[in-house]
């Protein structure tokens, strides 16, 4: 059969082959690629396959997509019982931070995000005793809701709360985060104290309200790019507020590099 080929299109492929030949590829852009959403300048694809552990890896995340993932078993030391949804995005948040990817979740408000964020933060405590403790950046009206729920699931977590004038800076800060499972501040102060917070080497960050952050050059928004903990997650009852391009900012926390730079997300999708 005749098949038509666009000459230009083909020096694009050209080019992207000659750029990938024999350099190393993160796994984020594998990713995109065997997803079937890589891309480079015209080329766009529509299918991809992929094999090894990559092929492991695409299906289980789509698995995982698919809500087909076993719901998390009771948590040591949670006070209180997680719905089975609950339980389900505790998972979707496991799977994907033992994998090294940052893990959004988007339950509508007044669904309990906080309690499953808790819930995983518990059971990674227990897993990894000895890890650095994890920092959750929430709006400052939200700051005494984590407190209370985090005393109210997980009372043997130890909790500052990273705020006002009597907050610790400098060296004691370092000391009361040391002794700290969870640290929990404002966009705000996350600005303010940024040294502070930057120098501190920390397990997991949580955005809450990350829709704050759709902005991705306000201070906050870069000042959240900059940490680079092992595990990112963000909480959003609205991943999508005003435009396609408030997922590009947070994906771009959770997992950088995924949908590509912002103008050639903004060219394909936008």
Known sequence: RWIEVDRNVLKEALKALEKQ?????????????????????????????????????????????????EPTRRIE??????????????????????NRFGALLADDMGLGKTAQVIAWALERRRRHPDAPPALVVAPLTLLSNWRHEFA??????KVYIHHGDGRHVASGFR?????????????????????DISETVWDALVIDEAQTVKNP???????IRALSPPCRIALTGTPVENSVMDVWSIEEFLNPGFLDERKTFVERFV
């Open 152 to 157: 109210r699931f997980a009372p043997s977590l």
């Open 175 to 195: 000391r009361t985060v040391n002794a700290s499972d969870v640290v929990v501040t404002s966009y705000s102060m996350l600005v303010r104290d940024y040294t």
């Open 217 to 223: 050059d306000t201070q906050a928004a870069r000042a």
């Open 77 to 98: 030391g949670l006070a209180g019982e997680l719905r089975n949804y609950q339980s389900r995005g505790v998972s979707w948040i496991d799977f994907l931070t033992d």
């Open 21 to 69: 030949n024999g350099r190393t590829v993160a796994l984020n852009e594998a990713l995109a690629f065997a997803s079937g959403i890589g891309f480079s300048g015209r080329l766009r694809i529509d299918a991809a396959a992929s094999g090894g552990w990559l092929r492991g890896l695409v299906s289980r995340l789509k698995a995982a997509g698919e809500n087909v993932l």
